[in-house]
Protein backbone atom coordinates (compact mmCIF):
# COMPACT_ATOMS: atom_id res chain seq x y z
CA UNK A 1 0.00 0.00 0.00
CA UNK A 2 0.88 3.41 -0.65
CA UNK A 3 3.37 4.92 2.30
CA UNK A 4 4.06 8.76 3.08
CA UNK A 5 5.96 9.03 6.04
CA UNK A 6 6.75 12.96 7.04
CA UNK A 7 9.54 13.86 9.02
CA UNK A 8 11.92 16.97 9.63
CA UNK A 9 8.90 19.08 11.63
CA UNK A 10 10.26 21.26 14.71
CA UNK A 11 10.33 24.49 16.65
CA UNK A 12 12.63 27.26 14.67
CA UNK A 13 12.82 31.15 15.36
CA UNK A 14 11.73 33.49 12.94
CA UNK A 15 14.51 33.84 10.03
CA UNK A 16 15.35 30.12 10.82
CA UNK A 17 15.53 27.58 8.86
CA UNK A 18 14.12 24.16 8.74
CA UNK A 19 14.08 20.79 6.82
CA UNK A 20 11.20 18.14 5.79
CA UNK A 21 11.44 15.07 3.81
CA UNK A 22 8.28 12.84 3.08
CA UNK A 23 9.73 8.87 2.63
CA UNK A 24 7.50 7.23 0.36
CA UNK A 25 6.79 3.42 -0.44
CA UNK A 26 4.04 1.20 -2.04
CA UNK A 27 4.64 3.12 -5.47
CA UNK A 28 6.78 3.96 -8.18
CA UNK A 29 7.62 7.04 -6.86
CA UNK A 30 10.24 8.08 -9.67
CA UNK A 31 7.18 7.95 -11.83
CA UNK A 32 5.02 10.44 -9.84
CA UNK A 33 4.72 14.07 -9.38
CA UNK A 34 4.99 14.77 -6.04
CA UNK A 35 3.69 18.16 -3.55
CA UNK A 36 4.15 19.47 -0.24
CA UNK A 37 1.22 21.44 1.70
CA UNK A 38 0.28 22.51 4.91
CA UNK A 39 -2.58 23.56 7.26
CA UNK A 40 -2.74 25.46 10.39
CA UNK A 41 -5.03 25.71 13.35
CA UNK A 42 -8.46 26.89 12.15
CA UNK A 43 -7.28 26.88 8.39
CA UNK A 44 -7.84 25.36 5.23
CA UNK A 45 -5.44 22.89 3.68
CA UNK A 46 -2.75 25.33 1.28
CA UNK A 47 -0.62 24.10 -1.18
CA UNK A 48 2.81 25.12 -0.90
CA UNK A 49 5.31 23.79 -3.74
CA UNK A 50 5.00 20.85 -5.99
CA UNK A 51 7.71 18.90 -8.52
CA UNK A 52 8.02 17.23 -11.32
CA UNK A 53 8.77 13.08 -11.23
CA UNK A 54 11.96 13.83 -13.16
CA UNK A 55 13.10 16.43 -10.26
CA UNK A 56 13.45 19.24 -13.02
CA UNK A 57 10.33 21.12 -12.79
CA UNK A 58 9.26 22.97 -9.85
CA UNK A 59 6.17 25.07 -8.50
CA UNK A 60 5.74 27.25 -5.64
CA UNK A 61 3.14 29.11 -4.21
CA UNK A 62 3.88 33.10 -3.97
CA UNK A 63 3.26 32.78 0.10
CA UNK A 64 6.67 30.89 -0.09
CA UNK A 65 8.35 31.45 -3.20
CA UNK A 66 11.93 32.56 -2.74
CA UNK A 67 12.18 30.96 0.75
CA UNK A 68 11.38 27.21 0.46
CA UNK A 69 13.11 24.90 -1.94
CA UNK A 70 11.33 21.29 -2.78
CA UNK A 71 13.54 18.70 -4.27
CA UNK A 72 13.64 14.98 -4.61
CA UNK A 73 15.78 11.90 -4.80
CA UNK A 74 14.42 9.31 -7.07
CA UNK A 75 17.04 6.77 -6.06
CA UNK A 76 15.97 7.32 -2.02
CA UNK A 77 12.16 7.29 -3.21
CA UNK A 78 12.31 10.76 -0.78
CA UNK A 79 11.07 14.11 -1.13
CA UNK A 80 12.22 16.97 0.47
CA UNK A 81 11.56 20.51 1.34
CA UNK A 82 13.71 23.19 2.90
CA UNK A 83 12.80 26.41 4.51
CA UNK A 84 14.63 29.24 5.09
CA UNK A 85 13.58 32.53 6.35
CA UNK A 86 10.68 31.61 8.44
CA UNK A 87 7.93 33.73 9.39
CA UNK A 88 5.78 32.94 12.56
CA UNK A 89 3.21 32.08 9.57
CA UNK A 90 4.77 29.31 8.36
CA UNK A 91 3.50 27.29 11.10
CA UNK A 92 1.29 24.80 10.08
CA UNK A 93 0.88 20.80 9.96
CA UNK A 94 2.88 19.89 6.53
CA UNK A 95 2.07 17.12 4.31
CA UNK A 96 3.46 15.19 1.15
CA UNK A 97 1.30 14.31 -1.26
CA UNK A 98 1.00 12.49 -4.72
CA UNK A 99 -1.63 12.31 -7.50
CA UNK A 100 0.18 10.73 -10.27
CA UNK A 101 1.25 13.89 -12.58
CA UNK A 102 -0.47 16.41 -11.39
CA UNK A 103 2.07 19.26 -8.86
CA UNK A 104 -0.19 21.87 -9.10
CA UNK A 105 -2.49 23.95 -6.44
CA UNK A 106 -5.53 22.06 -6.87
CA UNK A 107 -5.61 19.86 -3.12
CA UNK A 108 -8.45 17.90 -4.58
CA UNK A 109 -6.25 16.47 -7.11
CA UNK A 110 -4.05 14.26 -4.39
CA UNK A 111 -4.76 10.90 -3.50
CA UNK A 112 -2.27 10.00 -0.98
CA UNK A 113 -1.23 12.11 1.87
CA UNK A 114 1.24 11.21 4.41
CA UNK A 115 0.51 11.86 8.42
CA UNK A 116 1.73 15.24 8.23
CA UNK A 117 4.94 17.01 10.60
CA UNK A 118 4.48 19.85 11.99
CA UNK A 119 6.37 22.96 12.21
CA UNK A 120 6.81 26.03 14.91
CA UNK A 121 7.92 29.15 14.13
CA UNK A 122 8.00 31.17 17.26
CA UNK A 123 10.62 33.41 18.85
Known amino acids: QVQLVESGGGLAQPGGSLGLSCAAS????????MSWARQAPGKGLEWVSG????????FYADSVKGRFTISRDNAKNTLYLQMNSLKPEDSALYYC????????????????WGQGTQVTVSS
Open 97 to 112: ATGGNYAGPDVNEYTY
Open 26 to 33: GFTFSSNA
Open 51 to 58: IYSDGRTT
